[in-house]
């Protein structure tokens, strides 16, 4: 949490925020049918589907206002006017590239790649391993320019993926190489690891670290995802080429012999 | 009746204590559920989010079994690193570290440990004590209820959650459960099926889905926060002798009984967690002390009050949970998100509906702190170990997880889409003062405020009059109205001007 002064400034922009969020709540509310008949019903305004809305949105400005009130009376106009200048001036622009802001980046972008692009479009099995072992090698290695060099070969990596699924070249390439996009995230989990293994130079904590990260971020995604395909009989999200491998074992006619 | 429900709480124990697969069970994620909350970063209530989603496919009675013991252990498992590394291992535990910590400075921490196993086990007992007690005499009361008193009760279930839990501005708190109804919003609206703020997504006509909301709003800004910001981690004081000392458990058991009490009281207000009745048992043992000066310092008393509370707090919980449907903490909400997955309503109806739950719940509640206690005292050098894990190995592994927790519930790829979001949002209010607890209290009892509030009117015929006509009702809206104006300063100028008028007229 930030400090008193800071969450005072902060207030009248969260504040303001709320106060917009009430009011479109309440207009969405206002849009819903009050009087009029739905689905053959005629309503009365104590049984419309707006009220609570209402209520909320209501509410929510309300105390959105009040909220931007107690920012005003404690920071003065001069507070916000300063905050202002600080959000467009140099000041921000240093936050905003500080070493902790970037660790919240990198973690903040792999967690979007990996629930909006790979879960959806990738085995399960590559794409978690993919996701563990960029951030134990960006995290675990305590090491902030390791760190922004995976971040940049992930961001690169990501347009890749990205280029190729825009443009469904993924389903060209099926034919010719089955499960082109799992293929192509497990060509880059080798990369990750041929380059963070050239990265350690004879550092044996390092090299201590990169066996710890290898272990686990290969090992875990095959317990959890044994454990929640074969074992509690969920379906991955997106079953490629490491499932139907799995399946052919887990089925096999060998075991029912 | 009562001879016949003492049989039937026996019987359950009984079934529990012969079935090894149940006994297993219960101990493995008592054991997690240790290792859960004693990992900093880690609490109970992702432990019980978590568990959620790989108890969906089990019976519910097995899956109770999983999900209470995993929150009795991790409100308990919380005290290792207080005491040990002096960084709570869940909020739960913070007053624990004020004198937990100097205890084991002094080579004490062993014995820390050992008392604090026993009061939690003390603690979780009494509180089942309570559910068992008084849930009939509640869920009596609670079938006279009619929809204004349920509306009230949800209204004021949010406000004092958002009073209580706020770091900040009240305010802050009351506007978090706000956004948690508006939340409860979306979807068709449960009497005339409009859909409300679906913006056209055929996903979102449902509703929200409370798991993985909750999931997201306690999973994804514990993960972000503890990558961003790593804590440099103290190396754990050694332990020495656990088996805590008779003759200072029994010194000590009236404050043992008074902190569970306290425990039990908070912990059946709406939407207070643990934290704050160690906080409150905490300040209440050093203000009865007659050595207050020794708070801090290394108190036994200290550790003891606060692990006693928070644990007692479990019980606590249970109570408005089972009887009126509105979970009284954090993993209270998470444990409601997944009774309903099973297909239990709690609520007034529940003795009619389920007329051995209550029972089975308080069943649970014993054999846990019972296993939660064998498990200290035998595994507590062991677990200490896992304070040696580094956070940036296992909270990747935790955000894998809560991924395919959340998924796995309902197998919708959509609660992804939702949860993350969600778990985003969360982490900046958690960073701007805004508590999660209110917001996730409001997602939960959002349909219950909103189904009462126009059932209520419809049989009124839009006259709020009943309010001011039903006893329950009228105290509760007093009680609400109270809680509001008591945070503003003329409230509170003209409670000290009429005190200095009574003060006046007295001399």
Known sequence: ?257 | MLLERLGVFFDIIGKMIFDPVSLAILFGSVVLGILFGAMPGLTSTLGVALLTALTYSMDTATAMICLLAIYVGGTYGGSYASILINIPGTAAAAATAMDGYPLACKGEGGRAIGLTTTSSAIGTIISMLFVVSISPIISKFALEFTSFEFFLLAFFGILISGTLTSPDLVIKGWISGFLGLFLACVGRDQLQFYPRFTFGIPELDSGIEVVPVLIGAFGIPQIIGVLTNPTEMAKAQKLQRILPEIGTVVRNFPAIVRSALIGVGIGSVPGIGEDIAGWVSYGTAKNTSKHPETFGKGELQGVLASETANNACVGGAMIPLLNLGIPGSPPAAMLLGALMLHGVNPGPMITFEHPFFILEVAAILLLASIAMWIAGMILAKQVVKVLNIPTELFMPIIGVLCIIGSYSLGLNIFNLYLMLPVGIICLFLTNMGYPIAPLVIGVILGPMADESLRRALMVSQGSFMPVFHRPVSLILFIIIVWTICSQFAWYKNIVASLKQRILLLLK
């Open chain 1, 1 to 257: 949490m930030m400090k008193t002064e800071d969450l005072r400034k902060a207030d009248f922009f969260s504040g303001s925020a709320i106060t917009l969020l009430g009011l479109l709540i309440s207009g969405g509310a206002l849009q819903m049918p009050m009087k009029d008949s739905w689905g053959g019903v005629q309503n009365v305004w104590y049984v419309s589907p707006a009220i609570f809305p209402l209520f909320v949105g209501t509410i929510l400005t309300l105390l959105g206002l009040f909220l931007v009130r107690i920012s005003i009376k404690n920071v003065g106009k001069e507070g916000i006017k300063s905050t202002l200048e600080y959000l467009f001036g140099k000041s921000f622009i240093l936050y905003a590239f500080s070493e902790t802001t970037i660790r919240f980046y990198a973690i903040l972008f792999n967690l979007l790649l990996f629930v909006f692009v790979m879960v959806p479009r990738i085995d399960f099995f590559p794409a978690s391993i993919m996701f563990l072992l960029v951030l134990f090698l960006m995290f675990y290695y305590s090491d902030h320019s390791h760190l922004i060099s995976i971040f940049k070969k992930l961001a690169w990596f990501s347009l890749l993926l990205f280029i190729v699924i825009v443009n469904r070249w993924d389903s060209f390439l099926e034919p010719i190489i089955p499960y082109a996009k799992d293929w192509m995230v497990i060509g880059f989990i080798l990369f990750l690891i041929f380059h963070s293994a050239k990265s350690i130079n004879n550092d044996t904590d390092k090299k201590r670290r990169f066996r710890i990260c290898l272990i686990i971020g290969i090992t875990a995604p095959f317990v959890i995802g044994i454990i929640f395909k074969y074992f509690l009989l969920v379906p991955m999200p997106f079953e490629g080429l490491v499932v139907s491998l799995l399946d052919s074992i887990w089925y096999a006619e060998i075991w029912s012999s």
